[in-house]
């Protein structure tokens, strides 16, 4: 599966930001789908994952209560509102896809958020 992120950008704090995430080449209702970022100098971390159905959604602690993730398994696309943005959000932001289990096998390029005070 191929997958392409959108709607990265520079905002203020306490501003909101969509990402969006478009999956190709596999079914993409096979899949459950997870976001996770990587600032300057750090480990790559969760940010936030949805079952293949969209019944289960999952969160880091750091972002649970502002940001959302959401699945249309019609339009192949899954979705990170990010509200309530703080500098500390300030990553490259990654789509990623699991086939089985929840092992994130496919990424996408990623979309650079930056939060600035």
């Known amino acids: 599966v191929q997958l392409v992120e959108s709607g990265g950008g520079l905002v203020l704090a306490g501003g909101s930001l969509r990402l969006s995430c478009a999956a190709s080449?596999?079914?993409?209702?096979?899949?459950?789908m997870g976001w996770f970022r990587q600032a300057p100098g750090k480990e790559r971390e969760f940010v936030a994952a949805?079952?293949?159905?969209?019944?289960?959604?999952y969160y880091a602690d750091s972002v649970k209560g502002r940001f959302t993730i959401s699945r249309d398994n019609a339009k192949n696309t899954v979705w990170l509102q990010m509200n309530s943005l703080k500098p500390e959000d300030t990553a490259v932001y990654y789509c990623?896809?699991?086939?089985?289990?929840?092992?994130?096998?496919?990424w996408g390029q990623g979309t650079q958020v930056t939060v600035s005070s």
């Open positions: 990623a896809a699991a086939h089985n289990s929840w092992n994130f096998d496919y």
């Open positions: 080449g596999r079914t993409f209702s096979n899949y459950a």
């Open positions: 949805i079952s293949w159905s969209g019944g289960g959604t």
